[in-house]
């Protein structure tokens, strides 16, 4: 079994940065690709950024492509979001997941329970 624990989230202001992090125990962390999400009230859970298992290529949604940069340390079973010039509409529970690829979170068979991200304007 694999369990995702998220942290970092937080209240910043407008232009602020953040870094979450994604801490993976269970299986072998190396193996699998892995993705952030993210829901904000009353919308659909939305792809954020994802990560390949071993070539390390990523790909971001457009939204938030330029600003946030998605990275992973296999030594620590550790995926981070660094989180630039945030903006209030990035406002939502940000979600880590394990061992899917693409934009779709059907796509991905792990979750973790999720971190608040608050941006003020």
């Known amino acids: 079994q694999v369990q995702l624990v998220e942290s970092g989230g937080g209240l910043v202001q407008a232009g602020g940065s953040l870094r979450v992090s994604c801490a993976a125990s269970?299986?072998?962390?190396?193996?699998?690709?892995m993705g952030w999400f993210r829901q904000a009230p009353g919308k659909e859970r939305e792809f954020v950024a994802s990560?390949?298992?071993?070539?390390?290529?990523?790909a971001y949604a457009d939204s938030v492509k330029g600003r946030f940069t998605i990275s992973r340390d296999n030594a620590k079973n550790t995926m981070y979001l660094q989180m630039n010039s945030l903006k209030p509409e990035d406002t939502a529970v940000y979600y880590c997941?394990?061992?899917?690829?693409?934009?779709?979170?059907?796509?991905?068979?792990?979750w973790g329970q999720g971190t608040q991200v608050t941006v003020s304007s």
């Open positions: 990560i390949r298992r071993s070539s390390g290529m990523t």
């Open positions: 997941a394990l061992g899917g690829w693409g934009v779709a979170p059907s796509g991905y068979p792990y």
């Open positions: 269970g299986r072998t962390f190396s193996s699998y690709s």
